[in-house]
């Protein structure tokens, strides 16, 4: 099973530049998230979609976007990447199948450090 | 306004000393509670979780959280701690509805002294 895949692992960015992180799921799971992660401040959501087609901002959703055209792939766009988005991302996607039985709980991806220079 | 406070930001324990972590919530309702490990440079993994029913939940490692509606906490529990699990701690909520967002405590970083 591969779960939840990110890529890339690592990378550097001069300010202006844009990317793509890419995320991809293979649980058919609807829920699909992206976090970033700062030295204390936990994981903070930036987007998530309920779906493919439908998508809505999180806490930190500014100089980011995303789309969900499929139930697999779940994208994060930096368009001008800023020192201030040097991070590590995580994407996670969830399902709940059986909530009364606790058949519930979220997958995450290994993460990508991504450095804004 | 919702949250969840871990109110350690840091804490260091000897090996085999008990642990106690905490983790509080504010929320209308009683959400999905998690609790998650993190070593350096490595990604999340889930040590327990709670839904509903028992209130003592045991989890991996040898962890238990125990869920208290009255006071909104979900606090993680170890009786004797091991040098390897030395790593930083995140309690997670999630609301229960339509989009499920699991929203994270700021952590807290556990050293472990021999």
């Known amino acids: 099973n591969a779960g939840v895949t990110q890529t890339p692992k690592f990378r550097i960015l001069k300010i202006g530049q844009s990317m793509t992180l890419q995320c991809t799921q293979d649980?058919?799971?609807?829920?699909m998230y992206w976090y970033r992660q700062d030295p204390g401040m936990g994981l903070k959501l930036i987007y998530y979609s309920v779906g493919a087609g439908i998508t809505d901002k999180g806490e930190v959703p500014n100089g980011y976007n995303v789309s969900r055209s499929t139930t697999e792939d779940f994208p994060l766009r930096l368009e001008l990447a800023a020192p201030s988005q040097t991070s590590v991302y995580f994407c996670a996607s969830s399902y709940f199948r059986d909530n009364l039985k606790g058949n519930y709980g979220y997958t995450f991806g290994s993460g990508t450090r991504l450095t804004v220079v | 306004a919702q949250s969840v406070t871990q109110p350690d930001i840091h804490i260091t324990v000897s090996e085999g000393a008990s642990l106690e972590l905490r983790c509080n919530y504010s929320?209308?309702?009683?959400?999905?509670l998690f609790w998650y490990v993190q070593s350096p440079g490595q990604g999340l993994q889930l040590l327990l979780k709670y839904f509903s029913g028992d209130t003592l939940v045991q989890g991996i490692k040898g962890f238990e959280a125990e869920f208290k509606r009255s006071q909104s906490s979900f606090n993680l529990r170890k009786p004797s701690v091991h040098w390897s699990d030395a790593a930083e701690y995140f309690c997670a909520v999630a609301l229960r509805g339509a989009t499920n967002k699991l929203i994270f405590g700021t952590g807290t970083l556990l050293a472990v002294q021999p």
């Open positions: 649980m058919n799971h609807n829920y």
């Open positions: 929320y209308g309702a009683t959400p999905y």
